[in-house]
């Protein structure tokens, strides 16, 4: 079992939707919780941070979930602009190791 | 300018060869990390180094080696024994302690295509 799994997508929806992804980690000890945001042939960059309480930054809402060992993330009114690859990432440990997911496209059409 | 440099942007290696990817960061951070990308999958980690003069293997290590003489600096060699290296190599920095805890930093990336 891969230590984070992430649904490859691809996700393919119009302009306002409302798509959430989903990510489980396998290491119950994992202590801290991102999303990335990556365009296609660029480097990654922080979209947010996961909170216990769950948190929000305008159209996106991260949640995460300990019991079932999954994050999400939650974008609304999706637009052209949030076609991206989104990495969900864990620190697994008190290192400063971080561990990738294989990331979910998404696609925004018109 | 803060920021993590990486060059070149593309690197074109010949079989058998040994290459040097470059990363330099001018954010003061302690830790780096070296990364390799390949088509449609997530990041796996190839070496990072916490302190100067000391690093640790990631997943992937075998055909790459490192070197931290200077906080700023964290070059990759890519040997001949690395049997596919033909990949998107990211540099990344990581604050450490005292620093915050949420972020990792990205270089733009080189891509090394073996010929």
């Known amino acids: 079992r891969k230590e984070v799994e992430q649904d490859p997508g691809p996700f393919n929806v119009p302009e306002g939707a409302t798509v959430a992804f989903n990510c489980t980690y396998s290491?119950?000890?994992?202590?801290?919780f991102f999303w990335y945001r990556q365009d296609c042939r660029k480097e990654p960059k922080l979209l947010m941070s996961v909170y216990s309480s769950g948190n929000e930054d305008g159209r996106f809402t991260a949640q995460l979930n300990r019991a079932s060992q999954y994050i999400s993330l939650l974008i609304r009114d999706s637009k052209l602009s949030d076609s991206a690859t989104y990495l969900c990432?864990?620190?697994?440990?008190?290192?400063?190791?971080?561990?990738f997911g294989s990331g979910t496209r998404l696609l925004v059409r018109p | 300018d803060g920021g993590i440099t990486q060059s070149p942007k593309y690197l074109f290696r010949k079989e058998g060869q040994n290459v040097t990817l470059s990363c330099e960061q001018n954010l003061n951070h302690d830790a780096m990390y070296w990364y390799r990308q390949d088509p449609g999958q997530g990041l796996r980690l190839i070496y990072y180094?916490?302190?100067?003069?000391?690093?640790q293997k990631g997943d992937i290590a075998e055909g790459y080696s490192v070197s931290r003489e200077k906080k700023e600096s964290f070059p990759l060699t890519v040997t001949s024994a690395q049997k596919n290296p033909t990949a998107f190599y990211l540099c990344a920095t990581f604050p450490g302690a005292g620093g915050s805890y949420n972020e990792q930093f990205f270089g733009p990336g080189t891509r090394l295509t073996v010929l």
């Open positions: 990432v864990v620190n697994m440990d008190s290192s400063y190791k971080l561990i």
């Open positions: 290491n119950s000890a994992s202590q801290s």
């Open positions: 180094s916490q302190i100067v003069n000391d690093f």
